[in-house]
T-cell receptor, first 113, second 114 residues
C-alpha cells in the first residue's frame, strides 16, 4: 500500500483478555517499529525489527507483550491478559532501512475496560 | 536517561497568529532533535530536524533552532493557518537519522480558529 496500515483502528477489550494488533509496513521497508502513546505520556518505544535479525525487545514493558514479524513484512503485537494501564494508542512505523526516515501508521486505539 | 519535555496544550490560536511550542530536552552527548506532526486521522510525519548545535530546521513555514546552551528546540511559525491544527511532538535521537530509536515528548495539540 501507499502507507503504513494498522488494524484495527479501535479496539475495546475487557481486562484479562488477549489482543492482537496488526501492522502492514510500506512494501520493501526492512525496518519496523512499535511505539505506544499513553494518555498524558510521550511516545514510548516498544520493539524494533530489522530484516531477519532478532528483534530489539528492550522497550517491552512486561512479558505480557510480544511481537512477531512474519516474512519480513506484516507484524503483530500481542498483549496477553490485558490490564487497564495497557490502554493507549499503539503506533507502528517503518523505514526503508534502519536509520532512514520513519513513516508512521495512524495507530490503534486500545481501551481496556 | 534521555527525556523530552513539551509545553502542555491545547494551544488555541487565531489564524495568522504567531506560534511558539516550547521543547526542552535532557540527554548526554549530542542528540539529534526532531519535530513530528500528527494531523487528525493520520499517522505521525517528520516535520523538521536538526542534527547539531545552532542548526535550524525548517519546513512548511515552521522553524526550530537547536540550542545546546539552553537544551531547547522550540517550534515557531510566524503565521498559522487552520490547516496547521494538529498534535506536535518534539523528539530526540542518539543517531542523526530519523529512523533511530526516538524519545518523544508528550505532544502539544494546536487548534487554529478561522
Amino acid at each position: 500500500g501507499a502507507g503504513v496500515s494498522q488494524s484495527p483502528s479501535n479496539k475495546v477489550t475487557e481486562k484479562g483478555k488477549d489482543v492482537e494488533l496488526r501492522c502492514d509496513p510500506i512494501s520493501g521497508h526492512t525496518a519496523l517499529y512499535w511505539y505506544r502513546q499513553s494518555l498524558g505520556q510521550g511516545l514510548e518505544f516498544l520493539i524494533y525489527f530489522q530484516g531477519n535479525s532478532a528483534p530489539d525487545k528492550s522497550g517491552l514493558p512486561s512479558d505480557r507483550f510480544s511481537a512477531e514479524r512474519t516474512g519480513g513484512s506484516v507484524s503483530t503485537l500481542t498483549i496477553q491478559r490485558t490490564q487497564q494501564e495497557d490502554s493507549a494508542v499503539y503506533l507502528c512505523a517503518s523505514s526503508l532501512f534502519f536509520g532512514e526516515k520513519l513513516f508512521f501508521g495512524s495507530g490503534t486505539q486500545l481501551s481496556v475496560l | 536517561g534521555d527525556s523530552v519535555t513539551q509545553m502542555e496544550g491545547p494551544v488555541t490560536l487565531s489564524e495568522e497568529a504567531f506560534l511558539t511550542i516550547n521543547c526542552t530536552y535532557t540527554a548526554t552527548g549530542y542528540p539529534s532533535l526532531f519535530w513530528y506532526v500528527q494531523y487528525p486521522g493520520e499517522g505521525l510525519q517528520l516535520l523538521l530536524k536538526a542534527t547539531k548545535a545552532d542548526d535550524k530546521g525548517s519546513n512548511k513555514g515552521f522553524e526550530a533552532t537547536y540550542r545546546k546552551e539552553t537544551t531547547s528546540f522550540h517550534l515557531e511559525k510566524g503565521s498559522v493557518q487552520v490547516s496547521d491544527s494538529a498534535v506536535y511532538f518534539c523528539a530526540l535521537s542518539r543517531g542523526n537519522n530519523a529512523g533511530n530509536m526516538l524519545t518523544f515528548g508528550g505532544g502539544t495539540r494546536l487548534m487554529v480558529k478561522p
